[in-house]
């Protein structure tokens, strides 16, 4: 027996490929992140001395381009259990192309909190400003870890490696790439709601 074989009948007696379960630990841990800074928002909003503004179109915009690229994703991983080689590198491929999509959307919507007179630091700096620009800054470098992670997983499909007997780097990928879309869209309704 080879030690493929030995770990792949490990794998089937835990249930969970280990790095699934490390998946889930860092979306758990990144939830509790997203989780004390929302609820750092509502009781400094509380507090008083709280500057109101309107949230940029150009989030609605992107919160529309990252719905889109789970999307791409979904299908990039629906044809790879069916072993449709050029739609997986196609929809992985779109999905890269959607999330630096986002990325530029979301440097663009710095620009139009600044032009909004709405700053992170500095005397001109209010709180409900400085959350703004923590709760975006932070989930983008998140989705940077994304996209080298879908990337990894276009390389995999290059070579051929992405098919429906070898599914984990694109699943544990889209279940990571849905879980920040979702985040997203927590996100922009929690300031379109508070702010």
């Not at 997203?34 to 150009?58: C, H, K, Q």
């Not at 500095?122 to 703004?132: L, T």
């Amino acid at each position: 027996m080879n030690p493929s074989e030995i770990l792949a009948e490990k794998e089937v007696g835990l249930g969970w490929h280990p790095k699934r379960v490390l998946l889930i630990l860092l979306i758990f841990s990144i939830v509790m992140m997203f989780a004390a800074f929302t609820s750092g928002y509502i009781v400094r909003r509380d507090e008083g001395n709280w500057r109101e503004f309107d949230l940029p179109v150009s989030l609605l915009i992107n919160s529309i381009i990252i719905a889109l690229s789970s999307g791409s994703m979904q299908w990039a991983f629906f044809s790879a259990r069916k072993n449709e080689i050029g739609r997986i590198k196609t929809g992985l491929a779109i999905t890269l192309i959607l999330g630096l999509a986002f990325l530029a959307g979301q440097y663009h919507s710095f620009g139009d909190l600044v032009a909004g007179n709405t700053y992170f630091g500095g005397a001109d700096a209010n709180p409900s400003g400085s959350f703004v620009y923590v709760l975006m800054g932070v989930h983008a470098f998140h989705l940077i870890t994304g996209l080298i992670f879908v990337a990894v997983v276009l390389r995999r499909a290059l070579n051929y490696q992405v098919h429906s007997r070898a599914m984990l780097s694109i699943s544990n990928a889209t279940l990571y790439w849905h879980f920040l879309g979702g985040l997203w869209l927590y996100l922009y309704l929690f300031l379109l709601l508070n702010h």
